[in-house]
Nanobody
Framework: QVQLVESGGGLVQPGGSLRLSCAASESIFNLYDSGWYRQAPGKQRELVAAITNGGSTNYGYSVKGRFTISADNAKNTVYLQMNGLKPEDTAVYYC?????????????WGQGTQVTVSS
């Protein structure tokens, strides 16, 4: 079981920046990939960004060019740098880690951190 703890959420004005952190209870290199998802009220959870243990990244269409995902293996932490924030980025942001063992895939989720973009 991998424990994931998010931090860094808060209230920010449109156009501002935030950096989210996701601290894992074990080496993130042991995970196939780690990523950030978000869920706004009344909407489905959606991919924001993901990074594999090989360093490949993938972004949701609405955040490309504004958000950057990175990983610090020494600190077992995945970051999400969010720039140019918009009100529509308001959501609970969740960290997810995925472990693949043979043909089986295991997902681990953090508790979420609220990001509110408002003037």
């Amino acid at each position: 079981q991998v424990q994931l703890v998010e931090s860094g959420g808060g209230l920010v004005q449109p156009g501002g920046s935030l950096r989210l952190s996701c601290a894992a209870s074990e080496s993130i290199f042991n995970l196939y990939d780690s990523g950030w998802y978000r869920q706004a009220p009344g909407k489905q959870r959606e991919l924001v960004a993901a990074i594999t243990n090989g360093g490949s990244t993938n972004y949701g269409y609405s955040v490309k060019g504004r958000f950057t995902i990175s990983a610090d293996n020494a600190k077992n932490t995945v970051y999400l740098q969010m720039n140019g924030l918009k009100p529509e980025d308001t959501a609970v942001y969740y960290c997810k880690g995925r472990r693949i063992v043979g043909l089986a895939s295991y997902d681990y989720w953090g508790q979420g951190t609220q990001v509110t973009v408002s003037s």
